[in-house]
């Protein structure tokens, strides 16, 4: 297996998105700044390359919804109901303490 970038032979392969320096000139000076290099990691030009801060806690929250949802209807024990509760809350507490965790995280 060859590493990320590299080609067969160890040879670092160029791709496209990285030639491209008159389009992602922005993108460039972004991951510059943050101290990533777009020649080690090409999917820095893509924009995928650091985590979901909005999206994590809005991901949790629409999983504890939907599991609260699947408690409406017949529930046919109290272990049904609580391996959905007890993940819903889970979920969203975690949704509220993430964002507090990264901002207190940041100061």
Not at 49 to 77: C, D, E, K, M, Y
Request: aromatic share 8%; proline share 7%; glycine share 10%.
């Amino acid at each position: 297996m060859t590493p990320h970038g590299a080609g067969p032979g160890g040879h670092t392969v160029a791709s496209k998105a990285v030639a491209h320096s008159a389009t992602t000139s922005k993108t460039r000076e972004i991951a510059v700044a943050s101290g990533i290099d777009p020649a080690d990691e090409p999917s820095v030009d893509w924009g995928w390359h650091q985590n979901f801060h909005r999206g994590v806690p809005i991901a949790a929250a629409v999983v504890g919804v939907v599991l609260l949802l699947f408690t409406i209807g017949h529930p046919v024990s109290w272990t049904e109901f609580l391996f959905s509760a007890v993940p819903a809350a889970v979920c969203f507490i975690g949704a509220i303490a993430y964002p507090l965790h990264q901002r207190r995280r940041r100061l």
